[in-house]
């Protein structure tokens, strides 16, 4: 059974710019996380959806927007790029919302803002 | 508000020794915790989780971890640490309320174990 697959992998941007990650769930899994790492702030809960609904969102910018399409794969965006921006972007599936499983997580997107 | 410590930035073990890494948490409710570990340029690999049962949860890679509900605390435990453990382990909880999978973790604690 295949993994997360996050892409791309990694990108440079400069500040400004917007940019768009992609995420594909783990076969039948419906609920998609994100999460940012960074060395100061650590792991951030970005927002989750399940079923192509925002169910969740943490405290970050409207810059930061995502959604989800039918087939469950999910896509991130963050408009007019900060140097603050640069991280680790982590995407994670689950095959239920607010069940008691383990989350999966990608290899992540890793963001440079230049 | 739901929160994870983990008091330990680094924590170095010798090869063959028992490691413990250290987590408390702060819910209200009952918590779901994990154990995670990154290794670098990678991703969060799941290595155990509690629900409810029995204290003592074993996960991957020989891992276990005991719940303890007076202390809050739950611990993360190997009986003989090998090199290839060295990597970020991260602890995180999550308060069952029935709208959502979001994890809170703790700030994560690097393993080093040499030979």
């Known amino acids: 059974k295949a993994g997360v697959t996050q892409t791309p992998r990694y990108l440079i941007k400069t500040r400004g710019q917007q940019v768009t990650l992609s995420c594909s769930p783990i076969?039948?899994?419906?609920?998609v996380s994100w999460y940012q790492q960074t060395p100061g702030q650590g792991l951030q809960f970005l927002f989750e959806y399940f079923s192509e609904t925002q169910r969740n969102k943490g405290n970050f910018p409207g810059r930061f927007s995502g959604r989800q399409f039918s087939n469950s794969r999910s896509e991130m965006n963050v408009s007019t790029l900060e140097l603050g921006d640069s991280a680790l972007y982590l995407c994670?599936?689950?095959?239920?919302?607010?069940?008691?499983?383990?989350?999966?997580f990608g290899e992540g997107s890793r963001l440079t803002v230049l | 508000a739901q929160s994870v410590a983990q008091p330990e930035d680094q924590v170095n073990v010798a090869e063959g020794n028992p490691l413990t890494v250290k987590c408390t948490y702060s819910?209200?409710?009952?918590?779901?915790l994990f154990w995670y570990v990154q290794y670098p340029n990678r991703g969060l690999q799941f290595l155990l989780k509690?629900?409810?049962?029995?204290?003592l949860v074993k996960g991957s890679y020989g891992f276990e971890a005991e719940f303890n509900k007076s202390q809050t605390s739950f611990h993360l435990k190997k009986p003989s640490a090998l090199v290839s453990d060295s990597a970020l382990y991260f602890c995180a909880v999550r308060v069952f309320t029935g709208g959502g999978n979001k994890l809170t973790f703790g700030t994560g604690t690097q393993l080093k174990v040499e030979l």
């Open positions: 994670a599936s689950s095959s239920r919302q607010g069940g008691t499983g383990e989350l999966f």
């Open positions: 509690y629900i409810t049962g029995d204290n």
């Open positions: 076969s039948g899994h419906r609920s």
């Open positions: 819910v209200s409710g009952n918590p779901y």
